[in-house]
């Protein structure tokens, strides 16, 4: 399993648009420029992203354009759909394109804060995953952890 620790270079961004394109050109996708403009929004926005979001930080591309590319580079595994309740969700690039990391997801709000465990931590949770899916001769592959509560905005109110 290929896993970009907390502690490793970001990508560069031609590094990022590099593995864009082999990741869709494994799926049978070309990688438009409608797509790359996609991506380039979602490294400007620096967070997970909703969809509304994106039409923000890029303003020539068609909500529904987004919709369609966002399935497609979800599918070809170039992005992660985070799910925060009801219609809301967020898109984040996927591993090994970013660090892995987990979140905290708030059920009213629907904000999303991305939390990086050290690796010790990181690797108690792999080896207690591991066990468990050994168990039930589960085989995984990898894995999420999205905890959901209230932010701290949400719960003073």
């Not at 952890?145 to 003073?156: F, N, P, Q, T, V």
Request: glycine share 8%; hydrophobic share 35%.
């Amino acid at each position: 399993m290929t896993r970009r620790r907390n502690t490793d270079p970001p990508l560069s961004t031609s590094d990022l648009h590099a593995a864009v394109s082999q990741r869709l050109a494994r799926h049978d996708h070309r990688y438009t420029q409608g797509r790359r403009r996609l991506v380039e929004a979602i490294l400007e926005a620096g967070q997970p992203v909703t969809l509304p979001e994106i039409v923000v930080v890029a303003p020539g591309l068609a909500p529904s354009s987004v919709y369609r590319n966002l399935d497609v580079l979800e599918r070809s595994g170039v992005v992660n759909r985070i799910t925060s309740g009801g219609d809301r969700a967020h898109f984040e690039f996927a591993e090994p394109l970013m660090s892995h990391h987990h979140h905290l997801v708030c059920v009213d709000c629907g904000s999303i804060e991305d939390v990086f465990l050290d690796d010790e931590l990181e690797a108690s949770v792999d080896r207690s995953l591991a066990e468990v899916a050994g168990q039930a001769g589960f085989t995984p592959l990898r894995h999420s952890l999205d905890l959901h509560g209230r932010c701290a905005g949400c719960e003073s109110d």
